[in-house]
């Protein structure tokens, strides 16, 4: 091998190995930069607050960003309600975690005109938008049975006029220009929401409600049956009158008889 054969040889394995060289400095010089062999395990900060949240990010080196809020009953405001990456998922130092929370205000709806809507119609429209019909008022008017007027907390609601998602409002329905009689319809073995429906169906209210054991939950008491109630079934009452109820989850309650009035000059003539 010549001279010059030679120093080109030898000036290649030079540059080959400060290739190298320059290669695993950039390559260790990156692991360290990008923590290639630190993993975070992202914590679980769902139905903490952002304040309560922070310092388990600011102890795992991680940020976090909120993205998004949405209104959930359940959960108290401001109470972070999803978390991406999940609870649980590796991740590097340093990364981002998108919270969504609780709204801190409550959701509102706006109301709907329903005046001279039938009360049927008016009641099934606020129940679709998440406000809910405790009581119909009657008062005297021209025409039976169609709504005059939204009340909210002893107020006038007007239309357009924005209430929290899930109020109680009193509806204020027209009865004509009699007291009108009404026979009061059995209750028995009904659950809460149906006992609501058929005494606004009937012009008349729900008045206390007695449970038999204490419900855990709103949504327990939706599993209570009426197994009494006053006036009982058969009973005369006028219009907009209240019925208290009894409830209870006891099947021996609920099957048992429903007490019906029978009028006097009916057992007379037996």
Do not use: C
Not at 10 to 16: D, M, Q, S, T
Not at 50 to 68: C, G, N, Q, S, T
């Amino acid at each position: 091998m010549s001279v010059a054969s030679k120093r080109i040889l030898k000036n290649l394995l030079i540059f080959a190995g400060i290739m190298v060289f320059l290669i695993a400095v950039v390559l260790i010089a990156l692991n360290k930069y990008t923590h290639h062999d630190v993993v975070i395990t992202v914590p679980d900060v769902t139905s903490l607050t952002i304040e309560e949240a922070a310092p388990y990010f600011d102890k795992k080196d991680l940020r976090f960003k909120v993205v998004d809020s949405m209104h959930v009953s359940m959960q108290p405001p401001g109470a972070i309600l999803e978390q991406k990456p999940a609870p649980g998922s590796r991740v590097k130092q340093n990364r981002i975690i998108f919270l969504t929370i609780n709204a801190i205000s409550d959701e509102t709806i706006s109301i709907p005109d329903v005046k001279d809507f039938s009360q049927r119609q008016a009641i099934a429209t606020l129940e679709a938008i998440g406000i809910h019909v405790g009581d119909v008022q009657f008062q005297p008017s021209e025409f039976r049975n169609l709504v005059l007027d939204i009340r909210y907390k002893g107020r006038s609601v007007p239309a357009g006029s924005k209430l929290p998602k899930g109020s109680t409002v009193i509806l204020v329905v027209g009865q004509g220009y009699s007291n009108g009689e009404i026979i009061v319809p059995s209750m028995h073995g009904l659950f809460l929401d149906e006992a609501f429906e058929t005494a606004h169906s009937k012009n008349l209210n729900i008045g206390s409600l007695h449970y038999d054991k204490e419900p855990a939950s709103k949504e327990d008491a939706k599993t209570y049956q009426v197994y009494k109630q006053s006036p009982i079934t058969g009973k005369s009452t006028s219009m907009g009158k209240k019925i208290d109820i009894w409830l209870t989850t006891d099947i021996n309650l609920i099957d048992a008889p429903d007490e019906v009035y029978i009028p006097a000059d009916t057992l007379n003539s037996k």
